[in-house]
């Protein structure tokens, strides 16, 4: 057999490998995904047929409450983003630097809600620094009795957030810290840099890739995150995930439902265009 | 102009003593090799000169001030590291600008050192590539000029060539010597390499179990070895075990002038000290094998008793696997309590 009919055939077994998942994922997300985006904008008409129709767009775009809300996920997802990375970078560093016992038991205490049921953070948060809860009879106890729980404001999903979202957080970042070696640092200390320096000049840029890795699954988890803050009860406003349950089940409006999906999905998708470029670009890097 | 002094520098990882307290002086303008194998201390040793290990005990003068507490950032040394430990997100002008911006330098000034050093490496069109775009060779090269552009005290080079293949670590064994020569760098270089540190090295500071078995000149250290272990380490030796008795030993079928007290030696004889001399079936050596190094060949021979000898000598020497020869030792050490106790030296 010639290279190029054993090339042509190898080619063809390894499509027929990856056929039945990525048959499977067009059948079960993208067609009904895409049908649900259709369906926002091509509407029927009152004497029988279709038309092109942007008006659940308008609508949502023009109804504050709406905009609160996608102002208000937005917020939660900026600001929870920048907190795991502050919060995470530094265990990750210290856990990169440093060898023991008690970096070993930070890590497991890190990773530990990578093991949780979601539901069970939910739960977890609202008996802690719920009203009533855990934290308020402590500093009761100590003799605090203005404590207000923040589980009903912003900052309550942003608290559960960052409880759910660091496992993964500090996987990436340990994993892009590995790659760093001992002696890059101590380079870079042999020519004159302190520690700040070495953070900001070195560990920082050679970590940005797992940065974008980080900011755009966290982005993605977050901004379409619908069980912390359903679960942790209703606000006003409301993130999009609830918004979105509340709009299709209780007001029962599927197409303001799926319009509020669709602006969700291509926001998304924003971050999910910057996490496969990121992939995307990292191995041609490491080809040159 | 700088000279490097140790005193008493020890170092202790817990219960492990990794160097024992050693004291060594490194005289300006100097290169001198820690040689020895792994786990000697050498890179221990190295690592306390450039400030990345703090020594249990003892000082590290250079030119006169200790700086054995001083962290590496403030150190007048620079070290190039065995896998060159580039920073991937910079440009070559970058990496070898980095520590003159760390020092306020102006950019004029930055951009004119940089290029300086990077031609000192023949590297001046490549100021503008990153690390990924480099040879093994090339980037090795960047690290040297890395250091170079700070205009270091003491170059610190630590196994700098080792993931390098032979032909260019010989090429670039020889372009380090000649830049040190020049610009008259006290330099201290790490190696496991008898061949890179005999070629390399004014003085060769042997290593073994964090102590300093010897220091000498490339020559010194072939032709004198002091104790066994620089014996059997630089170089091939034959060493052989013998009971000398009344002033004379005898191994492989050769009796040793040995004048020292009856008892249990070793004689250590290089392979190119040994002349094999035609003799007849059964008396002498039998040659079992020859391999041809193109310039020599190197020759075992097992003598009688069953000690075997290696030999080395001119590709025209005709020798014949098989064939009966009489061993003739022009230079031979005599070892004892791990000291050199006797030497025949013609020269």
Known sequence: ?288 | MSTLELENVSKQFGAVSALEPLALRIADGELVCLLGPSGSGKSTLLRIIGGFEMPSGGKVLIDGADVARTPPEKRPTAMVFQSHALWSHMTVEGNVGFGLKLRGMKKPDITAKVGAALNMVGLGDYGTRHPAQLSGGQRQRVAIARCLVLEPKILLMDEPFASLDQHLRDRLREEVRQIQKKLGITTVFVTHGQDEALSIADRIVVMSMGRIEQVGTPAEIYTHPETPFVAGFIGDMNMMKATVQNGAASTGGIRFEAPIADGEALIAVRPEDVTLIPSQDGEGARVRRIVNYGAVLKIEAEAADGAVWKVQTLKDVPVTEGAYYRPAVSRHIIFRDDRAVHRVDPS
């Not at chain 1, 990525?22 to 009904?32: D, E, N, S």
């Not at chain 1, 870079?188 to 000049?201: C, E, F, H, Q, T």
């Not at chain 1, 970590?207 to 359903?230: D, E």
């Not at chain 1, 409301?238 to 349950?245: A, K, Q, S, T």
């Open chain 1, 1 to 288: 057999m010639s290279a190029t009919a054993m090339s042509l055939r190898n080619g063809w077994r390894g499509l027929a490998f990856i056929a039945i998942p990525v048959t499977a994922i067009a059948i079960f997300l993208f067609y009904p995904a895409a049908l649900s985006i259709i369906g926002t904008l091509v509407r029927p008409k009152d004497g029988g047929g279709y038309t092109f129709s942007l008006q659940s767009y308008v609508f949502f775009f023009t109804d504050s409450y709406s905009l609160t809300n996608l102002g208000r996920t937005l917020w939660t997802t900026v600001v929870t983003l920048i907190l795991l990375v502050a919060v995470n970078l530094p265990i990750a560093l210290y856990m990169r630097f440093t060898k023991g016992t008690l970096a070993t038991v930070i890590q497991a205490l890190a990773l530990f809600p990578m093991f949780v049921p979601g539901i069970i953070i939910c739960y977890a948060l609202i008996r802690y620094m719920g009203p009533n809860g855990w934290l308020q009879s402590l500093l009761n106890l100590v003799g605090f009795h203005h404590y207000a729980s923040p589980h009903l404001t912003p900052w309550g999903p942003v608290i559960g957030l960052i409880w759910d979202g660091m496992p993964l957080t500090l996987l990436i970042l340990i994993s892009g810290l590995s790659n760093i070696s001992d002696a890059s640092i101590e380079a870079a200390r042999d020519v004159g840099a302190g520690r700040l320096r070495i953070l900001v000049s070195i560990i920082t840029p050679e970590i940005t890739h797992s940065l974008l890795i980080v900011s755009a699954l966290n982005f993605l988890g977050i901004f379409g995150q619908a069980l912390m803050p359903f679960m942790l009860g209703p606000t006003n406003p409301e993130m999009m995930g609830p918004f979105m349950l509340r709009t299709f089940a209780s007001v029962r409006d599927p197409l303001q439902a799926s319009t509020q999906a669709t602006i969700t999905f291509l926001i998304c998708s924003l971050a999910g265009v910057a996490y496969v470029r990121s992939l995307a670009r990292r191995p041609q890097e490491d080809r040159k």
